[in-house]
């Protein structure tokens, strides 16, 4: 279970968030045995995501994240709810890389800087909202901040970290977001952006301190409402189901005589899902 605060701070013109994610990366690092450099990109973007999933207004809406970069990990893809119930999967989240000269974990690198974030929000409308924007640095914080610019046109300051212990587990995950109200002043733009330049090491921060020390320390003035998001696959059986019945009977009777079941693993979780003639039969009736 993770932990978001999120409110009001420099006299309620700025609204603050502070995620603690590490739990949830790690369930991440378990079902797709991601390697370090993956956890850190996965990580941070789990974590960019969980904060935009807290802006849906009702429990049963959907946010849905890709960032397609041209680096060695491929695509990856974050989904959530109104609820913060999160999961996501990474292409080539076994691929690793060399450190990068500070001793950092590459990010960049294993994200690509050319490609874009894209995301879908279904919010109950007839159409959902989308928005896209190029990626800049593939750092995932930097690419987040200029998605809030250039697609919904609202500024965005972040810090995201996510750290990677000698046994390849996360021993700290998070994030510091602060984005300005239509009516903050000059002088609170800047200290919020003060407050976010000041985290050289976020994840570290969040390792000592967690989500609610941090946000006493940089906010001491903000009011704030706490959350448990989690890392929870929606997937089963019915849903499952429903995919396979829209390939039509006829393929689903050419893999059953092939294989002799049909046999679908969701992305996200890693869950086996098996149908056998007789479930597939089941489906089909009128």
Avoid at 73 to 94: D, H, K, P, Y
Avoid at 216 to 228: G, H, I, K, N, R
């Amino acid at each position: 279970m993770g932990k978001l605060l999120k409110g009001l701070a420099f006299g309620g013109e700025i609204s603050v968030s502070v995620l603690e994610t590490t739990d949830m990366v790690n369930e991440g690092i378990r079902i797709h045995k991601l390697s370090p450099v993956a956890a850190a990109a996965f990580g941070r973007s789990l974590t960019a995501c969980t904060f935009m999933a807290s802006g849906l207004k009702n429990k049963e809406d959907k946010l849905y994240v890709n960032i397609n970069g041209d680096g060695v990990g491929g695509r990856i893809t974050v989904c959530g709810n109104g609820e913060l119930f999160m999961r996501g999967s990474v292409v080539n989240g076994g691929a690793e890389l060399p450190l990068k000269p500070n001793g950092k974990l590459d990010v960049g690198g294993f994200v690509g800087k050319n490609g874009r974030i894209t995301v879908v929000k279904s919010m109950g409308l007839k159409e959902p909202y989308s928005g896209s924007a190029a990626l800049v640095s593939g750092e995932i914080a930097e690419d987040f901040t200029a998605y809030f610019a250039y697609s919904e046109q609202i500024p965005t300051a972040m810090a995201l970290g996510v750290l990677i212990g000698t046994d390849r587990t996360c021993i700290g995950a998070g994030g510091v977001i602060v984005q300005a109200m239509p009516y903050a002043s000059e002088s609170s733009l800047i200290g919020a952006e003060k407050a976010v330049k000041s985290l050289t090491d976020v994840s570290a921060q969040i390792k000592e301190k967690g989500a609610k020390g941090l946000m006493e320390e940089l906010f001491p003035d903000a009011e704030y409402t706490e959350s448990d998001p989690v890392y929870r696959c929606l997937c089963d059986k019915e849903y499952v189901k429903g995919i396979l019945v829209s390939l039509g009977k006829k393929e689903l009777d050419d893999i059953i005589a092939k294989e002799k079941v049909v046999k679908v693993s969701c992305e996200f979780c890693g869950k086996e899902y098996v149908f056998n003639a007789d479930d597939v039969e089941e489906m089909f009736k009128v």
